[in-house]
């Protein structure tokens, strides 16, 4: 785009859910995505402000209900299996190829409607901390690193 405007794209593995297991929660949900966010990046100087959607689709979930695994409730009530979600982060260039940066993620519609005397409707949330390393494309005439 130019040297402030960048555009980036990513394959993501990631956890999410609900509860903490053996927490004090009642209801306890782990899903499981493959993400592809496409972001689009301010530069100023060795900060980053990054924006942009993603979309998930999820490989596999994990529920409980008051400590036992509840299948039932699952196939009464199914998380959907792609997600359209939002990101705005900020980052910090270490260098030329390592940056440290934090994330918000949002679902936009619900991955899953209320579940009667359990939830409401379901949307996911991520705040993730991430180390990253740019690789970059070597040329022909690039010297050897």
Known sequence: MNKKWTAQT???????GIGALGGKSAHFVTLHYFEIPVLFQYHKKKIYFEFGPGLGYMINNFETLNGISNPELTTNHPFSRSE?????GIGCKLNEKWALGLRLSHSLLPVRGAVPLVSKE?????????LTRQLKKKKASDPQE
Do not use: G, P, Q, T
Request: aromatic share 10%; glycine share 0%; charged share 20%.
């Open 122 to 130: 379901s949307y996911n949330r991520l705040l993730a901390l991430s």
């Open 84 to 88: 359209l979600s939002f990101n705005v």
């Open 10 to 16: 990513e394959l993501l593995l990631l956890d999410k």
